[in-house]
């Protein structure tokens, strides 16, 4: 024997599940919600993308220096073992 909210509950399924009622709740409900965070989340996600790329160029150009540096300063030991 079913309790009467679980008739009701597999009711409002079958009716959730029939795709006029999930065109409508698509078109109705999720689009314009998605939209409006995706609106207001814009600028965020594109100063983010900025950011990461200044980030890439700073530690890129951090490693370029780095490089250049030590390159300059290098020392061959073999020829240093000789000269002394």
């Not at 079913?2 to 009622?21: C, G, P, Q, R, T």
């Not at 965020?44 to 540096?69: A, D, R």
Request: charged share 15%; glycine share 2%.
């Amino acid at each position: 024997m079913e309790k009467w909210s679980d008739k009701l509950f597999e009711k409002l399924i079958v009716f959730i599940e029939s795709d006029n009622v999930q065109n409508v709740i698509n078109k109705k409900l999720l689009n314009p919600i998605l939209n409006h965070v995706l609106k207001r989340m814009f600028p965020y996600i594109v100063l983010i993308c900025i950011m990461f790329v200044l980030l890439l160029l700073s530690v890129l150009i951090t490693l370029g220096v780095i490089l250049f540096q030590t390159r300059l300063n290098y020392v061959n030991p073999v020829l240093t073992a000789i000269a002394v």
